[in-house]
């Protein structure tokens, strides 16, 4: 083989590995944009729901305290009414 066949066999086969080369880091930079994207989103979301949450638990607390106030009211009522009984009223 002479210097310009493998010249002109090698340069097209360069060319073919390089364009391969620089297509795959191509694509692996997109790849990499798009799971930033979707960690961006996910991000986001587990803000909102982390805001949903806190907004539960405080209106859980509130249920729970009306719960006890009524059930203390309850009491108080039930030793109203024996007390209205000894009386007579």
Do not use: C, F, H, Y
């Amino acid at each position: 083989m002479d210097t310009s066949t493998i010249i002109s066999t090698v340069v097209p086969l360069a060319t073919l590995v390089g364009g391969w080369s620089v297509g795959r880091r191509g694509l692996s930079r997109q790849t990499i944009d798009l799971l930033q994207i979707q960690v961006d989103v996910l991000t986001r979301n587990k803000a909102a729901v982390d805001t949903q949450v806190t907004e539960l638990q405080s209106k859980v607390n509130i249920l729970e305290s009306m719960v006890t106030q009524k059930a203390e009211v309850a009491e108080v009522k039930e030793i109203v009414t024996r007390i209205a009984e000894k009386v007579g009223a």
